[in-house]
């Protein structure tokens, strides 16, 4: 139905940044919300940050002030600006996307995860 691919993980030091990046692709209409989640082995997925198709953003109290979401409607793309990193930043991040389908029908898609690593 809906592909999401995502890119950018990776392993950093503490205080530094990395951007990941969502691509969404298949039998796509339109997109709805956006969003990246994160995961450590043994816990429960969270929410890291939303945004919908007009913009209107959402973080974790967490990220608040060091991660940034954005969009590109036209890519179908989302990413996640991560400045000033820590130790607990690591994590599996997962990108999610509310999809309607050309098909008729909703679909809320999951990226297959990317590892982010920060050292101390």
């Known amino acids: 139905q809906v592909q999401l691919v995502e890119s950018g993980g990776g392993l950093v030091q503490a205080g530094g940044s990395l951007r990941l990046s969502c691509t969404a692709s298949g039998n796509i209409f339109s997109i709805y919300t956006m969003g990246w989640y994160r995961q450590a082995p043994g816990k429960k997925r969270e929410l890291v940050a939303t945004i919908t198709s007009v913009g209107s953003t959402n973080y974790a109290d967490s990220v608040k002030g060091r991660f940034t979401i954005s969009r590109d409607n036209a890519k179908n793309t989302v990413y996640l600006q991560m400045n000033s990193l820590k130790s607990e930043d690591t994590r599996i991040y997962y990108c999610?996307?509310?999809?309607?389908?050309?098909?008729?029908?909703?679909?809320?898609?999951w990226g297959q995860g990317t590892q982010v690593t920060v050292s101390s």
């Open positions: 999610n996307a509310e999809v309607r389908l050309r098909s008729a029908g909703l679909y809320n898609a």
